[in-house]
């Protein structure tokens, strides 16, 4: 096949679009473009007016699923393959395989695939350190970020612990519940009655023979 020319300088981070026939390929049709994918590429081979080798590393799947996407990339400061999906970041593993079992049993088409020039991790700052908060801690944002500069920002992960989520979940699960009718929460325990009290207002002040009601 005929290589496409590079126009400009060669960039850190090399994009390849990959085009499917189907939204819901068979397991075997995952596997068998899995297999063939590369994990290192010399770029000089891939691009035409590359004149030295250029070697590049994978180093992220884009990748669709259920009218969904999702990201996988590689965290050059652990080594891991760290899987971005809306808020939730995971660990898939820290070898290929791990990936492409990942893909395989999730049945996850990838749609980009981004492999980044090696000894490129020193590369100038992001432009998306210059967000706010919430706009640099999007799965994309850091997934891309990941990918370009050879690792996340621990100041860009997800702050919300797993403890911290159930209990959240929790209680909006009690609020909805009493909401729609179901199980409400538990009334508080009545005050203990002090020794003496009066048994029809609950007056330590006199006794119930002496009550005014």
């Not at 079992?101 to 020193?122: A, E, I, N, W």
Request: hydrophobic share 35%.
């Amino acid at each position: 096949p005929r290589r496409p020319s590079l126009s400009g300088a060669l960039p850190d981070v090399f994009t390849l679009g990959l085009i499917w026939d189907s939204a819901k390929p068979s397991k075997e049709q995952l596997s068998a473009l899995l297999s063939h994918m590369d994990t290192q590429i010399d770029l000089a081979k891939v691009l035409h007016g590359v004149d030295e080798a250029a070697p590049a590393s994978l180093c992220c799947l884009v990748c669709f699923y259920s009218a969904h996407y999702c990201a996988i990339v590689r965290d050059a400061r652990s080594g891991s393959w760290l899987h971005f999906d809306d808020s939730s970041v995971s660990v898939v593993g820290s070898t290929w395989a791990d990936v492409r079992f990942k893909c395989h049993s999730s049945k996850y088409q990838p749609v980009l695939v981004l492999y980044r020039q090696v000894g490129t991790d020193d590369s100038p700052p992001s432009p998306l350190g210059s967000l706010p908060p919430a706009a640099a801690s999007s799965w994309a944002n850091m997934a891309t970020r990941c990918a370009a500069r050879g690792g996340i920002d621990p100041t860009t992960r997800p702050t919300t612990t797993s403890s911290k989520a159930s209990a959240a979940t929790r209680t909006a699960a009690r609020g909805t519940a009493g909401k729609l009718g179901g199980v409400p929460d538990a009334p508080p325990a009545p005050a203990k009655r002090g020794p003496g009290a009066c048994h029809n207002c609950d007056d330590p002040a006199h006794e119930s023979r002496d009550c005014p009601k």
